[in-house]
C-alpha cells in the first residue's frame, strides 16, 4: 500500500523539492501551503501554521483523499534577521508562531491519528541554526534551538508509542526563498541606535564570507537536503538527528564533538565579529 506524507510549507523551497521527491518515489503526498499553487503529482491544500484550524482542515482533507497519514514533514520556517533590540515585540513573537508554536499546532493535530495507527514519523526541519549560534539570528537561533529541545524530549514519549521522531538540520542553501525573506524581515526593522552600526557592518562580512564557502559546498541544494529529508522519514531505526548539508559540518564538530570551551573559542575565532579595542 502506498504510504502517504504530509508536508507543510510546499510551495518553493525545500518544501517543495520534498514534495517532488516523495511523489516521485511512489508516496501519497499532501503538499499543504498558505497560498495553493498546483504542484504535479501531489495533492495540494491551504494550511497556514499560526491557523490551527487549516491544520484541521488540511488533515480531514488528506485522510479524506488517501485514507491514512503516515509521516508529516514540518519544514514551513522563516529565519528573522537583525539586531534583537531592534525587532519589536511583534515580530518576535511572529517567528515562535511560525517555527515553534506552528510545529506544536501540527503535531498536536497529526498525533491522535497516529496514535490510532501506533506508528508516524514527524520529521522536524530545523537548521545548523538549532545546534550553533551567529551573530544577527537572536531570534532565528532562539526558535530553532527550542524546536530541537521540543523534538528531543518528544521523541521519548512518542517513542514509547512507536512514532519516530526525526530532526533535520540544513546548513544555507541559497536557492530557496529563504533569503529573501530574511532581507524582508530585515528591512523592516527600525535602524534608530547607532550603536550597534559597526557591529552590524562586520557581522555582513562574516556573513558574506560564509555564503562564499558555502557556494563551494556541492550538497547545499533543496533537492539534497529533500533526499535527507526521505532518508529520515524511512529510518526506522532510533537516530534522531541527520545534518543535511556538509557546510556546516566543521560548525556541528565544533559543538558536539569539542569541550565548551573550544567550541566558544573557535565560534569567535570564524564567525563573531570583533568586539571594539578598549579604552
Ligand atoms: P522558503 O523557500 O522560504 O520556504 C519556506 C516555506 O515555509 C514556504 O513554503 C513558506 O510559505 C512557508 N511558510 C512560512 N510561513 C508559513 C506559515 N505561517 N504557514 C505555513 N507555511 C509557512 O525557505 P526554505 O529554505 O525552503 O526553508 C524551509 C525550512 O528550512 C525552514 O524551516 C527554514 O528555517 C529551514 N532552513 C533553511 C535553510 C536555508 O538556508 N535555506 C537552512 C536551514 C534551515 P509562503 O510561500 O506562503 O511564504
Redesign the pocket.
Given at each position: 500500500m502506498k504510504k502517504t506524507v504530509l508536508i507543510?510549507?510546499?510551495?518553493?523551497?525545500?518544501?517543495k523539492a520534498t514534495a517532488e521527491l516523495f511523489a516521485a518515489r511512489g508516496w501519497n503526498v499532501i503538499a499543504t501551503?498558505?497560498?495553493p499553487q498546483e504542484l504535479p503529482g501531489t495533492f495540494v491544500t491551504p494550511?497556514?501554521?499560526?491557523k490551527p484550524e487549516t491544520i484541521r482542515a488540511a488533515i480531514d482533507a488528506g485522510l479524506t483523499r488517501f485514507g491514512r497519514i503516515d509521516a508529516v514533514v514540518n519544514?514551513?520556517?522563516?529565519?528573522a534577521f537583525g539586531v534583537f533590540e531592534l525587532t519589536p515585540d511583534e515580530k518576535v513573537r511572529e517567528q515562535f508562531e511560525?517555527?515553534v508554536f506552528?510545529v506544536m499546532n501540527v503535531v498536536r493535530a497529526v498525533l491522535p491519528h497516529f496514535r490510532a495507527n501506533k506508528g508516524g514519523c514527524i520529521v522536524n526541519?530545523?537548521?545548523?541554526?538549532g545546534v550553533f549560534a551567529l551573530p544577527m539570528i537572536s531570534l532565528y537561533n532562539a526558535s530553532?534551538f527550542a524546536l530541537e529541545g521540543f523534538s528531543e524530549s518528544l521523541s521519548y514519549e512518542l517513542g514509547a508509542l512507536g512514532i519516530r521522531v526525526k530532526i533535520v538540520e540544513?546548513?544555507?542553501?541559497?536557492t530557496?526563498?529563504?533569503g529573501e525573506?530574511s532581507a524582508k524581515e530585515a528591512s523592516l526593522l527600525s535602524s534608530g541606535i547607532r550603536d550597534y552600526d559597526s557591529f552590524v557592518s562586520e557581522a555582513h562580512q562574516v556573513f558574506a564570507a560564509m555564503r562564499a564557502s558555502r557556494s563551494a559546498s556541492k550538497d547545499s541544494t533543496?533537492e539534497h537536503v529533500a533526499e535527507v529529508i526521505f532518508e529520515a522519514t524511512n529510518d526506522t531505526s532510533e537516530r534522531l538527528r541527520y545534518v543535511a548539508t556538509s557546510d556546516i559540518l566543521p560548525l556541528v564538530r565544533a559543538r558536539r564533538q569539542t569541550s565548551e570551551d573550544e567550541y566558544m573559542a573557535f565560534m569567535r575565532a570564524s564567525v563573531a565579529p570583533k568586539p571594539p579595542a578598549g579604552p
Open positions: 507543510t510549507g510546499a510551495s518553493s523551497g525545500f518544501g501551503m498558505r497560498t494550511l497556514d501554521v499560526q519544514n514551513a520556517g522563516y529565519g511560525v517555527n506552528g526541519v530545523s537548521s545548523g541554526a530553532k540544513p546548513g544555507g542553501v541559497i530557496t526563498k529563504f525573506r533543496s
